[in-house]
């Protein structure tokens, strides 16, 4: 028989579990997200607030694609990890996962990029307030904006911009297509993190120079509205010539076209049109 310890056990689990399905892939995505934020974002702080002693472009990229990585392990199983809301359109667009979800995961990839924001910069306050003397810059040598969204090269149009952005997450969504298409190359069961991790290790090492490679609406605007509640003021909004809107609608106009790019190509021509490919489903 069961001890009095196991059975309270067991009760308090009973009481603390989430009964609906939803409810657990928004947690999911919530947590995911939130990783994601602090890992990722935790790389480019201590890469910024070191003045690079600490990391560089490398170790930023590297550090935020294993982020990801460790992201989709934890949410993977429970909401398909998409932790990113352009993710999430192709998923319904194709007919992966129902457009009812699509708020909610949304929603809940947006919340938690803002709280991993809040939980990396109070892990980083002191360092913050050291590194320009307690003032918050969005620009200049001691900005620290770029810290938690992307920000466009001095060089750059708002049109180059948005096709940045839109090719980046074209081919992020090629890709990811791929990695869960059984009838192609396919990636043994377990392993897709780490394929989508050397994924965003080559689109970071060859795409991010204009503006960062954001390829995710949540990951850009969910720390950009922490940062304008948090000491850096509203202009993180207006910087660039209102350069914000492109990474929230660049990723999803990608994330179609990309998605799109591989059913045409690839996936509509399998020789065995009556097997269905394996997808990265949320029901």
């Known amino acids: 028989m069961p001890s009095n310890r ?5 009760r308090v689990r009973q009481r603390l579990m989430l009964k609906s399905s939803l409810a657990k892939e928004i947690l999911s995505e919530f947590l995911g997200t939130c990783i994601m934020i602090v890992l990722g974002c935790g790389s480019v702080a201590q890469s910024v607030l070191s003045r690079g002693v600490s990391g560089g472009t490398l170790a930023v990229n590297v550090g935020f694609s294993i982020a990801v990585a460790m992201a989709v392990y934890v949410a993977g199983g429970v909401s398909g990890g998409h932790i990113n809301p352009a993710v999430s359109f192709a998923m319904c667009l194709f007919g992966r996962m129902k457009w009812i979800k699509f708020p909610f995961y949304v929603g809940a ?30 620009v200049g040598e001691n900005a620290t904006a ?8 001095p060089y750059l149009s708002l049109a180059n911009a948005f096709a940045d952005q839109v090719v980046s997450t074209m081919f992020l969504l090629m890709v990811v297509f791929a990695i869960f298409d059984s009838r192609n190359l396919s990636v043994p069961k377990g392993l897709e993190p780490v394929v989508i991790a050397l994924l965003i290790l080559v689109l970071t090492s060859s795409l991010e120079l204009n503006c960062g ?4 609406p949540a990951r850009d605007l969910g720390p950009r509205l922490f940062t304008a509640l948090a000491g850096w003021g509203f ?11 492109i990474p929230v609608v660049g990723p999803m106009v990608g994330a179609a076209t990309g998605g799109l790019i591989y059913i045409l190509f690839i996936e ?6 009556d097997f269905e490919a394996e997808r990265p489903r949320t029901n």
Not at 111 to 125: M, Q, R, T
Not at 268 to 273: A, G, K, L, R
């Open 146 to 153: 770029q810290i938690f969204a992307t920000y466009p090269a």
């Open 268 to 273: 509509i021509h399998h020789t065995n049109p």
């Open 235 to 245: 202009d993180v909004f207006r910087v660039g010539n209102n350069f914000w809107w």
């Open 213 to 216: 490679c954001a390829m995710n």
């Open 6 to 10: 196991e059975q309270r056990r067991k």
């Open 109 to 138: 990839q947006l919340v938690g990029a803002f709280v991993g924001s809040a939980i990396l910069f109070g892990v980083y306050h002191d360092a913050f307030m050291s590194f320009s003397d307690g003032k918050l810059y969005i």
